[in-house]
C-alpha cells in the first residue's frame, strides 16, 4: 500500500494592493527601505488579503504590519484612484501563473507630526522622514512617484 503526500495549496498573492501614502500636515513623508531590496525606497504597500473585508481594511493592516502605526486613530483617505503596472519579473513567482499585472489603489494617512516607526524588519529595515519632494526622488515606483505628485496637487503644489 502506498501513502501519498497530500498536496498544500499554495498561497498566491492577490494582484491587487493599496499603496499608503503616510504624511504630516507640513508634508513630511515616511519612506521606509526594503529588506529585500537594499536601496529601494518606498511607501507602505501590500496586497489584499482573505481576511480583509476592502481596500480600507487592507490599508488599515498594511500600516500597522510595515510601521506599527494605527492608521484608525489618524486620517486615513480613499484617494479614489489607482494605477495599474506590470509585476516585476523577479517578484512574479508569488502571483498565480500567467499574472503579470497588479492593480494598487491610493491612500493618504495624514499625521500631525512624525512618528516613532516599528519596522517588520523581514519587511524593512530602515525609515526616514523626507520632505514629499525629496521622497519623489527617492522611491523606486513610477506608482509611488504619481502618489507623492497628487499630494502635492492636493495641497496646490506641484513637482
Do not use: C
Not at 5 to 23: E, G, M, N, Q
Not at 108 to 116: D, K, N, R, S, W
Amino acid at each position: 500500500m502506498t501513502v501519498g503526500k497530500i498536496a498544500t495549496p499554495v498561497a498566491f498573492k492577490t494582484p491587487i494592493s493599496v499603496l499608503v501614502l503616510i504624511h504630516t500636515v507640513d508634508l513630511k513623508v515616511l519612506l521606509i527601505e526594503r529588506a529585500d531590496k537594499p536601496g529601494f525606497w518606498q511607501s507602505v504597500t501590500g496586497s489584499l488579503e482573505v481576511e480583509d473585508a476592502g481596500l480600507v481594511d487592507t490599508a488599515i493592516r498594511e500600516v500597522m504590519e510595515e510601521t506599527g502605526i494605527d492608521a484608525t486613530q489618524h486620517k486615513l483617505a480613499d484617494w479614489q484612484t489607482s494605477n495599474t503596472y506590470e509585476i516585476y519579473p523577479h517578484w512574479r513567482y508569488r502571483y498565480a501563473p500567467g499574472v503579470t499585472e497588479n492593480i494598487e489603489y491610493q491612500f493618504g494617512l495624514e499625521l500631525p507630526e512624525p512618528l516613532a516607526v516599528k519596522l517588520a524588519p523581514d519587511e524593512h529595515v530602515n525609515y526616514e522622514w523626507v520632505d514629499w519632494r525629496e521622497a519623489a526622488e527617492r522611491v523606486f515606483s513610477w506608482t509611488n512617484v504619481d502618489a507623492l505628485r497628487k499630494l502635492g496637487e492636493r495641497h496646490g503644489l506641484t513637482l
